[in-house]
Each structure stands twice: as structure tokens, then as C-alpha cells.
């Protein structure tokens, strides 16, 4: 058994610096809420990306808030597409819309501007295009699409922020992008959101949701950044009794803050959204000045799993050696019991992607609209799909020594 666990959720990026930073910015309560990172931040998103850019406590909030901005009216719907995170419908539901699903294809985990005409009605007022783990989604079709029918198109880049070297076609195109800078997305500040806006009249609008935000509590804010600590000292021991039971024993009273609540998975989100905390943004600019590197070292995981599968029918042509993938999917029979035996040698390969259409599995599937059976493309992907970790704390000696574990595991079935 490998001492140091191989994982996908384990603070993907928290390293030795990212823990002293959040430590610095803990120590220092006056600069949680406000300060010079949250205009830093917004001001480098806004020249990166050239749009009006603004912040919000995480991504579901910065959609909810571009959903409000476009002023829903009742029975409006949103096209977005199966396989995709909980978070996505009940930010639609939020802003008093309707979830209307359409097709992945196989071979990127994305919509294609095919499965979005179909189920374009009179009553759509936008689409959201999922960049699925940083693999583009055809960008520019649905963009001629949608000013062929009137309506928006808002990228959701929670997997990817593309950098100078691409991919080109990401952050383009859109009328609107949005970001997640949650745990283990492309960049983290531990939680934030950010949308961008193209189109004035939305802009405006956008301000006055800013101003309407509330604050996040500031225990919560002291929870959060206690996080990269407690899991820069979890990690190692985490094969170990010990590790497992200081996690469990935090959960347990209530100091670890969840990714989702147990009232998300039910389908509910407040409309009414939370700034993003001054702490947060310090945290995402380190990041985001570091961008290239962080995509560099996901470009060079991606290509060595490429290099190791590309032959055979698990790899999907999506996965392109030059992308910075947020995590590498392979499709394999029997997935689910491969990831309980390599779980046995500290090997934590489930990342609440796998089983599940609308993710994570377990959550309420009622609300969010999706029909079971509706797209047997996604339903069969997430049977088969196995993730394999391309994130910041992940390295090549383990991804090689995982892929040898696996090899003899895996197969096309
Ligand atoms: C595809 C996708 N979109 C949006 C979100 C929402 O981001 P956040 O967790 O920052 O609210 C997530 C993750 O939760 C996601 O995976």
C-alpha cells in the first residue's frame, strides 16, 4: 500500500506554501471580507478575459446572479446538458428558470450544437456550454446557434481557465463565462465564483445583484480557511488510522464546511447571493498568477495518460495531449469495482462523478428536472467512467505508479 494517498478530493491543491498563505490571510481577520485582492482579482479576470467581470462567493452564486441579471420570467428555460454537477440546475431554479436537458456526445462528455436544436423550444432563453473536465465543448457552432435563434450563450468554465497557450477555443465565444475557483477546480481559493459579462444591459444588472449580495459568515470564512491545514496534515496519515479518524472526528462536529448541503442535494439555493470574501480572492490571485504552471503540470499528467491509453477504446478522443484537463477520463468495465480495490491501497479515485447524470450520485434527482432514461449516452458513460487525478498535488512518479496498478485491472468490456 502507497503511504501517501493517491486521490482526487483531498485538497487537490494544497501544498506546503498554499497552507502558509491561507495561514497568513487567517491570522489577519480585518482582511477576510475586504481588501485589495477582491479589485486585483476582478481587474486581471476583466483584462484576461475582456468582460466586465464579477465576483461572488462560489460559481453557483455567480450563475444564479447572471440568471437573475437576464431577468427569467416564469416558465423560461435553460438549456444545459446531462452529466453534469447539481449545482448547475439548482442555480437555474434559483433564478426562477427551468433545467431543460440535451445530449452529451460520447466522446467529449459535452453538448453538441445538434443536441441543443433539439430541444431548443420558443420558451429558451439561454445555453449553457460545460467545458466536462476542461474538455472544450464546440464553442463556436453553438454560438452561431444561438444568434441564429436569439438567445445566449453562457460558458461554464467551473473545469477549465484556458491560459495564453489555450485551448483557443474556450472563454471565447461565449456571451457570458463563468468561473469556479471551488477545491479542485482549474484554480482554487478554497470557494469564490466569478461571471463575466459581454453585454452591457446585463452588466448593469449584474452590478445591482453585486449590491444586493450579503456577506458570508465570518465563521464559515474561519472554518474554510482552516481547510488546506487540515488536510496538509490528514493527507499523509490518511492510510493510517489516524488520518481517517481526525477527518471523520472535524465532519463529525461540524468544522468541515461540505461542498454541497445537504439542502443542494435536495435542489434548494438561495437566490440571494454572497459576496465573494476578500480572504478567497487573495487566495485565487496567487493562483491565478500561476495559471500556466497549473495548466503546464495538468498538460504533461494528460498527455502521459494519453501516451498510456490513447490505443485503446477507454480513451475517449476528447482527452488531447495538449489540454489542461482538471481530471483524465477513461471508460473501463467494472469501474465501480476497481475503484473499491484500489481504495484498499489508498487510492481515492472516487470524485462524485461516476454513476450519476446529474452529480454527485445520491443527490435528489426530482428536482433538477432530469428525466431518467432521457439520455442513455450520459447514463451509460457514468457507469463506465474512471477518473484518473491531473491536479497540482499529483505527480508523474504516481501517476506512474497508478497506471501500472491499473493496467491489469482496466479493460474496453
Ligand atoms: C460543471 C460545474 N459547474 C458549476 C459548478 C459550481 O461551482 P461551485 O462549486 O463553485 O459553486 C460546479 C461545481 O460544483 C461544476 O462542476
Known sequence: MSFYPIHHTFAPHVNLSYTVRSLGILMAPWKWRRGHSLGLLEKSLTERFSADTFLF?????????????L?????EEIIVQSYTCVAVPNAIHAAGGVPVYCDIERDTLNMTADSVNEVISHRTKAVICQHTFGIPSPTSELKELCDSKGIVLIEDCAHIMPDETGPEQVAKHGDFIFFSFGRDKAISGITGGAVL???????????AERARSVNLNLLTVLRLLTYPLVYLIARP?????????????????????????????????????????NAFAYLTLTQLKKLKNINDHRRKLTDYYISEYSSSQ??????KSDLPLQKFPLFTKDADDIRAILKKKNIHLSDGWDGCVVCPAG?????????????PEAEAACEKILN??????????????????????????
Request: glycine content about 8%.
Open 314 to 319: 477507454m480513451c475517449i478522443s476528447g482527452t
Open 237 to 277: 496519515l490518511y492510510g493510517l488510522f489516524v488520518g481517517k479518524a481526525f477527518l471523520f472526528g472535524l465532519k463529525k462536529v461540524g468544522w468541515m464546511v461540505p461542498v454541497l448541503t445537504k439542502k443542494e442535494k435536495e435542489g434548494q439555493q438561495s437566490p440571494i447571493p454572497k459576496h465573494m470574501p
Open 363 to 375: 443527490i435528489d434527482l426530482d428536482p433538477t428536472n432530469y428525466t431518467p432514461g432521457s439520455d
Open 71 to 75: 431577468q427569467l420570467k416564469n416558465g
Open 388 to 413: 484518473l487525478p491531473t491536479h497540482p498535488t499529483m505527480n508523474l512518479k504516481k501517476a506512474n505508479e497508478l497506471t501500472n496498478m491499473l493496467n491489469p485491472m482496466i479493460n474496453d468490456g
Open 57 to 69: 462567493a462560489s460559481g453557483r452564486e455567480a450563475l444564479c446572479a447572471l440568471l437573475r441579471a
Open 197 to 207: 459579462s459581454k453585454i452591457t444591459d446585463v452588466t448593469l444588472r449584474l452590478r
